[in-house]
Structures are given as C-alpha cells and as structure tokens.
C-alpha cells in the first residue's frame, strides 16, 4: 500500500498569504496524484488532478507541481473561502490511498 | 445537473446488514468507473471500493474484502454497495464518487455526493 504524507498538519495563515501543501509518497506515483478541499460538513472537492491540472470551475491561485514521490499544492494568495482541510490521494497502485490531511487555517 | 445522491444509511447493530445507493444524474453513468469513499466521524478520507464502468472489474480496500459488495444497475444509473458482516470501526459517512476520465480504473474523483452516514452500533 502507497502511504501519503502530508505537511505540516495545520498550517496557519492569513487571507492574501501564500499557503504551501506538501504531500510526500512512500513509493513513486508518477503524476498521478490529486488534491482535495474539505469544509466542515460539506464533500470534498476535487481541486486538482494527475499533479498539476486544475479541475473544472477551481480558481487559478491553485496549483499543483511535482512528480514521483513529492507533490506540492500552492495558493497563491489566500481567500476567506480557502480555509478548509485538504487531502491528497494517490491513483497509481491498488488500493487507492489518501493522505491524512491539512488543515488551513487562519 | 451532475449529481450524485447516496441513500440507505442508518443505524445497525455489529455484525448486521445494510445497502447503500447512489442514484446517479447528469453525466453517461455507463462510461465512467465508480466509487465508494468513506470517512469515520472526525477523521480522514478512505477508499472503500471500485467498480469498473461495465461492471467488470471491482477493487476493495483490505479491511473490507470478503464483507462488502459494490455493484452497478446500469439501467437504472445507480451504484450499490452491500454490506455484511458489520463492525463498529465501519462507522463512517460514506460518499459515492465518480471517476474523473472516461472509462478509467484508478482514478481520481471529480463528483462526490453529499454523503450517508452508517452507524455500526449496540
């Protein structure tokens, strides 16, 4: 099984911010790797997919970057919206596996 | 409208029963790989299960092979999950999700449900 670990656990911040996710594989996923943003009660939301593409309707201040085992997700510059939980999961290997979360806050 | 609506959660006693749907509108049910994600109260997300656009070919998380069943109603643009043998840690909001590309395996999960919750409990 891949095992994903994400960094840091909470990352504290403020609106107009750079916020800087990582999420490091324990084996190589090549670029198959997504990110997910998940507000209190609410499903998560794909945000970004096979590393770096943005999906349908996300914002341009989210990016993806990395390949193999280190993956990084980026904001740009932070909105009172984006402070949520974020995961990232792993499409490379059975069974499919996500990290354990970061929590934005502010 | 994309949307996925998740139904038949519900409190169970271990070692009991439950089926879940997930009634599927707005895209070509019939091209796209399904999922089942789920998410213990206060904790992180967990892949449950796959199941391939025709039907063909399934994937199971270790902790619940043997015990649950994913399934398909093509016809009828739903997605099932039959579980069995119920135990207190399967205790979760359960999420139906849709794969991302057309007819894929692994995948990533571009539309989720809002969720049912299960209660494994005495």
């Known amino acids: 099984e891949i095992v994903l670990t994400q960094s840091p656990a909470t990352l504290s911040l403020s609106p107009g911010e750079r916020a800087t996710l990582s999420c490091r594989a324990s084996?190589?996923?090549?670029?198959?790797l997504a990110w997910y943003q998940q507000k209190p009660g609410q499903a998560p939301r794909l945000l970004i997919y096979?590393?770096?593409n943005r999906a349908t309707g996300i914002p341009a201040r989210f990016s993806g970057s990395g390949s193999g085992t280190d993956f990084t997700l980026t904001v740009s510059s932070l909105e009172p919206e984006d402070f949520a939980v974020y995961y990232c999961?792993?499409?490379?290997?059975?069974?499919?596996?996500f990290g354990q979360g970061t929590r934005l806050e502010i | 409208e994309v949307q996925l609506l998740e139904s038949g959660g519900g409190l169970v006693q271990p070692g009991g029963s439950l089926r879940l749907s997930c009634a599927a509108s707005?895209?070509?049910?019939?091209?796209?790989?399904m999922n089942w994600v789920r998410q213990a109260p206060g904790k992180g997300l967990e892949w449950v299960s796959f199941?391939?656009?025709?039907?063909?070919?399934?994937h199971y998380v270790d902790s619940v092979k043997g015990r649950f069943t994913i399934s398909r109603g093509n016809s009828k643009n739903t997605l099932y999950l039959q579980m069995n043998s119920l135990r207190a840690e399967d205790t979760a909001v359960y999420y139906c999700?849709?794969?991302?590309?057309?007819?894929?395996?692994?995948?990533?999960?571009?539309?989720w449900g809002q969720g049912t919750m299960v209660t494994v409990s005495s």
């Open positions: 999700a849709k794969a991302t590309h057309y007819d894929s395996s692994g995948d990533s999960f571009d539309i």
């Open positions: 707005g895209f070509t049910f019939t091209g796209y790989g």
């Open positions: 199941i391939s656009a025709s039907g063909a070919s399934t």
């Open positions: 084996q190589s996923v090549s670029s198959y």
């Open positions: 096979d590393a770096s």
């Open positions: 999961q792993q499409r490379s290997n059975w069974p499919l596996t």
